[in-house]
């Protein structure tokens, strides 16, 4: 997992991508690489004018509940008997989804009023297995347009595919 940043002109950026070390993810690595993808589109999908980050997390939980019962990190027991303030997803994806970017790379907004054009995001789930001694995290920038939003990075490679092609040089 390599998390690392740039800055130009007083402003920062934040990206992060996982690799496998040999070149090659396995299936189990692929699999849970590709549930985070589909967080990391889901969850970029959702930013746009009029949502706040507190709804938005609360979206990206769901989708992350339903992906982790998928690749069996979750089992419907653990979502029935979840506590509220204590959602079963979290023991995999406990950092925030995203946060505001600008002249830190943690920069200063509110999670409660609704996101507007002009804001800059990062949108980085990541699922961290602790037992199998696996974490993935995928993190690219998002600025806030009128209609929808801007994926800064949206030319570097991020898919399975694209890393091991990268990987084989």
């Given at each position: 997992?390599?998390d690392?940043?740039?800055?130009?002109?007083?402003y920062?950026?934040?990206?992060?991508?996982?690799?496998?070390?040999?070149?090659?993810?396995?299936?189990?690595?692929?699999?849970?690489?590709?549930?985070?993808?589909?967080?990391?589109?889901?969850?970029?999908?959702?930013?746009?004018?009029?949502?706040?980050?507190v709804?938005?997390?609360?979206?990206?939980?769901?989708?992350?509940?339903?992906?982790?019962?998928?690749?069996?990190?979750?089992?419907?027991s653990?979502?029935?008997?979840?506590?509220?303030?204590?959602?079963?997803?979290?023991?995999?994806?406990?950092?925030?989804?995203?946060?505001?970017?600008?002249?830190?790379?943690?920069?200063?907004?509110?999670?409660?009023?609704?996101?507007?054009?002009?804001?800059?995001?990062?949108?980085?789930?990541?699922?961290?297995?602790?037992?199998?001694?696996?974490?993935?995290?995928?993190?690219?920038?998002?600025?806030?347009?009128?209609?929808?939003?801007?994926d800064?990075?949206?030319?570097?490679?991020?898919?399975?595919?694209?890393?091991?092609?990268?990987?084989?040089?």
């Amino acid at each position: 997992l390599m998390d690392f940043g740039a800055s130009y002109g007083g402003y920062n950026a934040d990206l992060t991508r996982t690799i496998p070390v040999n070149g090659k993810f396995t299936r189990r690595q692929k699999a849970v690489y590709n549930a985070c993808l589909h967080l990391h589109d889901y969850a970029k999908s959702l930013l746009k004018p009029g949502i706040s980050i507190v709804e938005y997390t609360d979206k990206v939980g769901e989708e992350a509940t339903q992906q982790f019962l998928k690749i069996g990190l979750l089992k419907k027991s653990d979502v029935k008997n979840e506590d509220p303030d204590n959602r079963a997803y979290r023991k995999y994806l406990y950092h925030g989804i995203s946060h505001h970017l600008g002249i830190d790379v943690h920069d200063l907004g509110t999670r409660t009023e609704p996101i507007k054009a002009g804001m800059l995001f990062t949108v980085e789930p990541g699922i961290y297995i602790e037992e199998e001694g696996m974490g993935i995290r995928i993190e690219n920038n998002v600025w806030i347009t009128r209609n929808g939003n801007k994926d800064l990075f949206k030319d570097i490679p991020i898919t399975v595919e694209e890393i091991e092609s990268i990987m084989k040089k």
